[in-house]
Structure formats: C-alpha cells, structure tokens
C-alpha cells in the first residue's frame, strides 16, 4: 500500500483523483492540501466522498506531502513548478495535472502561458504522461507531465495515421468540443448556466495554448514538423470531449480499420470502435476510456476520426493515475475499472 497526496484538491481534477482513489486496491489518501479550506474534512467540502474519504483538507505547508510515495498536483498553471523540487529530493514521485512540464521549448512554454519558467532543468527531465507512447519511460520517471484533455484525445486520434506516414501530416485538422468542466472550477460568466446552456461557441481559434503540446507530440510521432488546425468548442454539458479529426492519406490503399485496431489491441484504455461507428461522450463519462471510431467518406482520400473521452479521467485524473500504477508497478488498470454513466 502507498501513501498518496493531492496539492490543490479542491477543483474538478481534485475530487475525481479522491474519487478513484477511495477504490484503488494499493493506494491510501494521505493528504490533501487547500489553503482556503484548512481543516474542512474533505467528505463535507465533497458529500459525495462521505463515508469513502476521512482525512481533512491541510494547508500546503502542513500536509506533511513529504511522507507520501506519491503526490498529485491538480493544481493552476505555474504552482507545481514552484513546489516540487522538495519533494522530488525526498524521493517522492510527482504527476502534475497542470502544464508546466508539458512543453519542452520552455520559452515556447513562457510566450503561451504569460510567465517565466522556475524549474527549467525539470522540464527536460519530466516524461509526458501518455502511457500508450511512453510507458516505458513512464516506468523509470519521478516526475511526469499529465497530458491536458483535449491533447489526450487528439492525439490518440491522429497517432496511427501520423506514426506510419499513412497521411499528409502539414494538413491536419481537429475539431474539438468540451464540457464546462474543461474550463476548472470557477467563477466565470461565460461559464454560467444562463450563459452556456443551449449554445455552442467556439474560442482561441487563433491559437489555443494546447496546440503546441499536441504539435510537439505528434511532430515526434511523424519524425518531423506538423501542420495542424485546433478548434476548441465550448459546448452545454458539464463533462466530456469529442474530437473530429480530418487528414488526407498518402496511401489510398491502406486499411485505416485494420492500422487502429493494431495499433491499440494492447492498450486497456483505448476501444477502437467497428468500422461505420459514431462514439458519444456520454459512453465513457466517468470513465478512463478514449473510444475512437474511423471513417473514409466516399471511400476518398480524406479519413475522418472521431474520438471521445471524459475530459476529468482519461482527459486528467484517471490517466494520471494510470501514470501513477505504471510509475509503482501496478497494474494499469487499478482502480480504473469503471462502467460508464448511462444515462
């Protein structure tokens, strides 16, 4: 059994950590950590973790984070790169929600998150946490970069296709939609249900700060530059990302079906739906599930995929604690085996 700590448990990310955590056959909440709920126990600032979670929520500096094996940070941009040196020195492994270990180009980094980088020296050591390209390294890491949501979904999308050179990768296209939840727990207008409810907008169409994390996954994968266009969309439900994915193939003759379902047959997150399939975001709500579907309209060149995941599990929590079960030697499946919410 380890000793498990969350900093900042206090926003969706946090209480979906708890929530899996509470049934994680090795791993104990040891701390959680909030500054403005100090001493609040965790199951009344969360009831539905009543009976499931008994320890109270401490401040950061008196958590005792230190005594965990491994700690969690769901926490905003810029925080995790201010805090975990410590913990790493005291031999604690850290998976960081957030994005500061994410891109590589740490000045990159800077111009799309409006701040200076403090810890450069462990972006270059931190391994992003996409265990279906990095579970190897993944196994060896103290410090993983959790991937953001809609990265997870586009990328597991478009992966097959640009690994083999099986499309024109300067020309690819993800349109995407997300809950409000995507956007954190906070006060903001636009977030509102008088706001958000029956409408669908898109925004950052100029340029989201996740683009570059996706670039930089897939210009790996393809062995060279990428082209791609990211649309993000806010769409009226509280939880779930579907991406639709366009690419132009190189190959006509390839088996589109047939490289994903190879490509994924080992992967116990990723369900490579039968061909003509329409996946929805409510079949993988609640769950560690990215479930994807192929399609070649008119039998032509183009090939559309269609991806879909809970933008709070496989999007956030749950991948990071299947980051975690690899890290420790788990199996990467602990704790994650949920059944979806239907309706």
Wanted: aromatic letters at 6%; hydrophobic letters at 40%; glycine letters at 10%.
């Amino acid at each position: 059994m380890i000793n498990v700590g969350i900093v900042g448990g206090t926003g969706y990310t946090g209480v979906e950590l708890l929530r899996l955590l509470a049934q994680h056959p090795h791993a104990r909440v040891r701390a959680v950590s909030s500054r403005t709920e100090a001493g609040t126990p965790v199951a009344d600032y969360f009831p539905s973790l009543r009976g499931v979670v008994d320890v109270e929520f401490r401040a950061p500096d008196d958590a005792d984070l230190g005594g965990c094996d491994v700690v969690f940070y769901a926490t905003p941009n810029g925080t995790a790169m201010e805090g975990v040196r410590p913990l790493l020195d005291n031999g604690v492994k850290v998976i960081d929600l957030s994005a500061d270990f994410r891109i590589k180009d740490v000045a990159l980094w800077s111009d799309w998150y409006n701040m200076e980088h403090s810890s450069p020296d462990l972006v270059a050591e931190a391994v992003y946490g996409l265990p279906e390209i990095n579970r190897d390294a993944i196994a060896k890491a103290r410090l993983i970069a959790n991937p953001g949501c809609y990265p997870t979904a586009v990328t597991l999308g478009f992966l097959p296709l640009v690994e083999g050179g099986h499309v024109d990768a300067s020309k690819l296209i993800a349109d995407t939609k997300s809950g409000v939840s995507g956007a954190g727990r906070k006060s903001s207008t636009k977030l509102l249900y008088a706001e958000s409810s029956d409408s669908l907008v898109a925004y950052n169409v100029s340029g989201h700060r996740h683009r570059p994390e996706i670039s930089q996954t897939l210009s790996l994968a393809a062995g060279g530059d990428v082209g791609l266009t990211f649309v993000p969309h806010l769409t009226p439900m509280i939880r779930g990302i579907h991406a639709t994915l366009y690419a132009d193939l190189t190959d006509p003759s390839i088996d589109v079906q047939k490289l994903f379902e190879s490509r994924y047959e080992a992967e116990p997150f990723v369900d490579v739906m039968p061909t003509g399939s329409h996946p929805d975001t409510r079949s993988v709500r609640g769950a560690n599930t990215c479930r994807i579907a192929c399609h070649r309209p008119g039998d032509g060149n183009t090939v559309v995929i269609l991806a879909v995941e809970d933008n709070l599990v496989k999007g956030a929590a749950g991948q990071a604690i299947q980051n975690m079960n690899i890290m420790c030697g788990f199996d990467e499946s602990a704790g994650l085996a949920v059944v979806p919410l239907v309706p």
